[in-house]
């Protein structure tokens, strides 16, 4: 199997320094010390209310990161007209509510095809790579393809929180399905270094996003250190063959 790709979310980095105001820690550098680390990208996700990445930290990514950026972003004219100014590697469009204390279930992509439509192709006009956040379900996959989106993220946050074999088998079986529509799979949301493996192992999975968990074991280890062990964790469940 192919190495999986690491893209590593700086958000909280910045929900710490928003707590407190002021300029610490740096979300920017933490993307500096995570691309040294290994990472092979950085997500950032700017929400509607600020509370933790702000425009002024995409600037600065744009101008200063050296990876592939992802900027995840709600199905809003305001954030399709940041996302058109800066061009981003890639947008991923995910669900968000401005209560939730993190996104909470993946977008309708199959309800919300005709909203949808006119971002996605706005996006891809302007060369930005689009992917959809959604739950691994063979009806999303679908609407993803249909969409013509070139990728899907599964929401792993059912798998994170339960652990059991029927949340695996449904992340499996959409991963097929949708790697068979001609899609290419990412997947993330509440992975661990102790339950990363058995995702890792979905051979039809190109990428891994992955955030509050790397900034939480930062607090003990430190951010690089944090990052290679989940590098580590997701080698150990998929060993690269090729």
């Known amino acids: 199997m192919k190495r999986l790709r690491l893209g590593v979310n700086i958000d909280h980095v910045a929900t710490i320094r928003n707590a407190r105001g002021g300029l610490h820690p740096d979300p920017v550098r933490a993307a500096a010390i995570a691309t040294e ?5 950085v997500t950032a996700h700017l929400r509607e209310d600020r509370r933790h990445i702000t425009d002024g930290d995409i600037d600065r990514l744009m101008a200063e990161l050296t990876l592939p950026l992802n900027l995840e972003m709600a199905a809003t004219m305001e ?28 977008l309708d992509a199959a309800g919300q095809h005709n909203s949808l439509t006119p971002f996605v192709g706005r996006l891809r006009e302007a060369g930005i790579r689009v992917s959809l ?10 609407a993803a393809a249909r969409l013509g989106v070139p990728v899907v993220e599964l929401h792993t946050g059912p798998y994170a929180h339960d652990a059991g074999e029927r949340e695996l088998d449904r992340l499996r079986d959409a991963a097929e399905y949708g790697a068979g529509l001609g899609l290419e799979i ?27 968990f790397i900034i939480g074991e930062a607090v003990f280890i430190g951010l690089g250190p944090a990052v290679r062990a989940m590098r580590a964790a997701m080698d150990a469940g998929r060993p690269v063959t090729g």
């Open 79 to 106: 954030m399709l007209d940041i996302a058109l100014v800066h061009r981003p590697h890639a947008a991923c469009i995910v669900p968000e509510r401005r209560e939730e204390r993190t996104t909470e279930g993946g």
């Open 133 to 142: 956040f959604v739950a691994p379900d063979r009806r999303q996959m679908e």
């Open 37 to 41: 680390a290994g990472a092979d990208g």
């Open 186 to 212: 990412h997947a993330g949301h509440g992975l661990t270094f102790d339950n990363v493996g058995l995702v890792a192992a979905i051979p039809q999975l190109a990428e891994l996003n992955i955030g509050h």
